[in-house]
Structure formats: C-alpha cells, structure tokens
C-alpha cells in the first residue's frame, strides 16, 4: 500500500472513545526556557532494557545488516527472563575511550528484574550514578531493593539524579468500584526518609539539563510545543491538602549524542508526549539530526487522532531507528510498525542496543 503523507494520515480515523491513560486534557503548560546543553559526543552508547511489558524468547536476534546493532538475549533450558508492566534501563557511554555505567529507572518487581540483571550479566559495582524518570510505582518500586541488596557494591555516595516531584503522592481516577468504591486510587510514592536513611546515594533534584555520567544528559524539565500532547485527566498528584492534575513537570528523558549519527532520545514513560521530549532534546542539543528514539511513549488508551498525530510527527522528524516500549500501547506500537516499517523495532526484555559511531 502506498505510504501515506502527513496530512492524509492525521485524517485516516474519527475519534476512537474516549481518553484514558494517555488521553487529552486541556490545562495551561508552563513553558521552560533551556540553553544549548553542549552535549559531547559519545563513540559508542549500549542500552540494556533490564525489564519491559514484553518479552519473546523465540524472537530471532538476526536482523537485517542496518539492525545489526540490536541483541536479543537467548535463554537457555532452565532459564528465563521476567517481563513486566514496568521498565528499566542499565546504560553505558564510552567518551573519549572510556567506558561509564549508570542506570536509569528500576522496574517493579524486585525477583523479577535481579533475577534480569543476573541473566543479563549486569554490574552494580561499575554504576557511577543513578537516574529516576519520575514519581510512578512501576519505575522506582524496586529502587531501594536494589540499594539494599547492593549496599556493599554500590559506591557510597552515589548521585541519584531525580527531577522536582519525584516523591510526591500520586493518583489515578479510575471507574468507581473497580479497585476503590470512590475511584480514586493511590499509585503509592517513593520514601525519601528511607533512601536517605540508607546512607547510600547523594539525592540530587535537576530542573535544567543535567549531565548524569560523560555523554549522557538528563531532559531537564520539558517544553510543551505540541496542541495535542496534554496529559491525562485521571492521573493525579497531592500538593500539600490539594489534589491536582499531574502533568508531571520534572520527568526526565535522557539525550545522548552518537558521533558522526546525531542525537539518541530515551524516554521512559514520556508523560510530557515523545514528540515534546524528541523536540525538547533537538534544542537543547543545538541539532536535529536524531539516530533512535526509545522508550515508552505513554500513548496506551489514546484517542487514534493523538496517536495519529504523534505518528507523523515523529515521522517527520524521521529517526533513523524507532524503538516504541512500556507504555506506548499495542495501538500506537502497530501504527508505528506500519508507517515507519523501516525504522521500526519492536522491543523484548534484556534486549541491547549496541550504538557504535
């Protein structure tokens, strides 16, 4: 079928329901100012998906020469990798022939992804810094199980990079009855007095672009550009005696800059829409030129018009590689496998993403 243009696409389907995850919400989004973050390039970037929504033990590892790059890990008899409804990444950069490891959200069952990072033959001990994306169970439950199993691995006053918020009571408004009679459900949130208690990491709260180890940069806050990504209507956040709309100001996404191929956007759950975080990162990089985008894409029960649009704009931006995961949606990952068929890869817990300039 003949690939379909920007405009014939954005209007291929009416309204599909109504929102719910990911769905539109007409709020006022504060803008954030950024300078140029200067971002050194890197020789070479590995992403190792520790946990995802998905994973497929017969997906082959052999791709085409152009998806070389991308590792699937085999099991063997006896051996088998979690998946969950949750996401973590151990990420390394080597920057100017050295070699510098930092993970970067944790999932949400502790066995689960230890039990991973065994598998997958992950150190502890050479992680120089940590990174939340934000304040949502299924990305920092398992947080401080790691720190408590690792105490004596883990570099006594490791950064923990994490951005305003990030310890903040959440909630989400679900149809009544379905896990509370009033609908208003809790998500939990992450203990700072524990973490600090543990006397392990140095919690350190960024707003502006942030370096987390050489070659890899926090977000930051991000800019809202976009009409059509506003967030959700039923997630929810305590101020102080307030219950307010979360339109998570201090997620972070991460930016790196592959030598000589341009920029590497990973997201985790991109509450602040992808094509905002993939925007965001071209200008606070001072470049467009962008090689991969991956992460989950928080587009799970969005209206096909938002998916729609993000599709192609994402297209226009025209990464080499597109890697939709977590909470993308089964929507959104289909459309994307269909209009960008090229670009596309679909991702499976313990997968690694080998970068080389």
Request: hydrophobic content about 40%.
């Amino acid at each position: 079928m003949k690939e379909m243009n920007r405009r014939d696409f954005i209007k291929t389907s009416a309204v599909a329901g109504a929102a719910m995850m990911a769905g539109d919400v007409l709020l006022k989004e504060a803008t954030v100012a950024h300078g140029l973050a200067r971002i050194p390039e890197v020789e070479k970037l590995v992403v190792t998906v520790i946990t995802d929504n998905y994973y497929d033990c017969l997906r082959p590892n052999l791709y085409p020469p152009e998806f070389k790059f991308v590792k699937r890990h085999m099991i063997i008899p006896g051996t088998s990798l979690h998946a969950e409804h949750g996401l973590s990444y151990y990420i390394e950069t080597v920057a100017n022939g050295k070699t510098h490891a930092f993970m970067f959200d944790y999932g949400l069952d502790s066995q689960g992804v230890s039990k991973n990072m065994d598998l997958l033959d992950l150190d502890v001990r050479s992680l120089e810094a940590l990174g939340l994306s934000h304040g949502h169970f299924d990305h920092y439950e398992n947080l401080i199980s790691i720190l408590k199993c690792n105490r004596v691995k883990i570099s006594k006053g490791i950064p923990l990079y994490v951005g305003e918020e990030a310890f903040a009571h959440r909630f989400v408004n679900l149809p009544k009855g379905l896990y509370d009679p009033s609908g208003l459900t809790s998500l939990g949130q992450l203990n700072r007095e524990e973490i600090e208690t543990l006397d392990l990491v140095k919690i350190v709260e960024v707003r502006e672009p942030t370096p987390i180890v050489p070659g890899a940069y926090l977000t930051g806050n991000i800019e809202r550009v976009t009409e059509y990504e506003k967030g959700s209507p039923i997630l929810l956040i305590k101020r102080g005696d307030k219950m307010e709309l979360d339109i998570f100001p201090g997620e972070q996404s991460l930016v790196f800059n592959l030598k000589g191929k341009g920029l590497v956007v990973v997201s985790s759950c991109a509450h602040a829409g992808i094509v905002n975080t993939v925007r965001h990162a071209q200008k606070i990089a001072g470049m467009d030129k962008i090689h991969a985008v991956i992460g989950g894409f928080h587009l799970i029960g969005a209206p096909m018009p938002k998916i729609q649009n993000t599709v192609a704009d994402i297209k226009a931006i025209n990464p080499d590689y597109i890697v939709p995961m977590h909470c993308s949606g089964w929507e959104a990952v289909s459309t994307f496998a269909k209009e960008m068929p090229q670009q596309f890869i679909i991702n499976t817990a313990g997968t690694k993403y080998v970068f080389i300039a």
